[in-house]
């Protein structure tokens, strides 16, 4: 199975301020079709989990574009380019390019 | 809108049986690989299972292979998990997902597994 390691576990923010989530997968996550099966979710308290990022890249409808995704091969970051009070929760990168789908152990953002 | 709802959780007994349903509506539920996803109390995130948009093609997690069946009824826009021989471990919020990327979830449904 792939192993999906999330650095830092917990995250305190000022808003306004830039964040950073790293994720490091056990193996490339890029495929044969140039695609790169990496997402990212977030989920906030009490809630579901919601889908932000698909694809290593793609914002998700609805999603603010203050959440970007980037990376390449086994190494992806997830950059919140100025947080807001509404972005707490805890962050979970997933990948999919393989069964088992297997996710991040997930990162627990609040605000200062 | 797409909505999800997960109904069957419950209280069960170690090696017991549930099953789960997940009726959806606001997409065409017949183009969709459809998941299931559970969250233990405190824990994070865990994929269980997914199905193919015909049925044809079933995944399992390993922890779950020979217990859990997962199924769907596309005429019913229906999504179902056959839980069997039932474990503590097994105790969770069990999501139901749109897609094979888990694009919507629904609210879940908590599975105890206890004596």
């Known amino acids: 199975d792939i192993v999906m390691t999330q650095t830092p576990l917990s995250l305190s923010v000022t808003p306004g301020q830039p964040a950073s989530i790293s994720c490091k997968s056990s193996?490339?996550?890029?495929?044969?079709?140039?695609?790169?099966?990496l997402y990212w979710y977030l989920q906030k308290s009490g809630q579901s989990p919601q889908l932000l990022i698909y694809?290593?890249?793609n914002r998700f409808s609805g999603v603010p574009d203050r959440f970007s995704g980037s990376g390449s091969g086994t190494d992806f970051t997830l950059t919140i380019s100025r947080v807001e009070a509404e972005d707490v929760g805890v962050y979970y990168c997933?990948?999919?390019?393989?069964?088992?789908?297997?996710f991040g152990q997930g990162t627990k953002v609040e605000i200062k | 809108e797409v909505q999800l709802v997960e109904s069957g959780g419950g209280l069960v007994q170690p090696g017991g049986s549930l099953r789960l349903s997940c009726a959806a509506s606001g997409f065409t539920f017949s183009s969709y690989w459809m998941s299931w996803v559970r969250q233990a109390p405190g824990k994070g995130l865990e994929w269980v299972a997914n199905i193919k948009q015909d049925g044809s093609e079933k995944y399992y997690v390993d922890s779950v292979k020979g217990r859990f069946t997962i199924s769907r009824d596309n005429a019913k826009n229906s999504l179902y998990l056959q839980m069997n021989s039932l474990r503590a471990e097994d105790t969770a919020v069990y999501y139901c997902a749109e897609g094979y990327f888990f694009d919507s979830w629904g609210q879940g449904t908590l599975v105890t597994v206890s004596s």
């Open positions: 694809e290593l890249s």
């Open positions: 997933m990948q999919s390019i393989q069964v088992p789908q297997t």
């Open positions: 193996q490339s996550l890029l495929h044969s079709d140039g695609k790169t099966y």
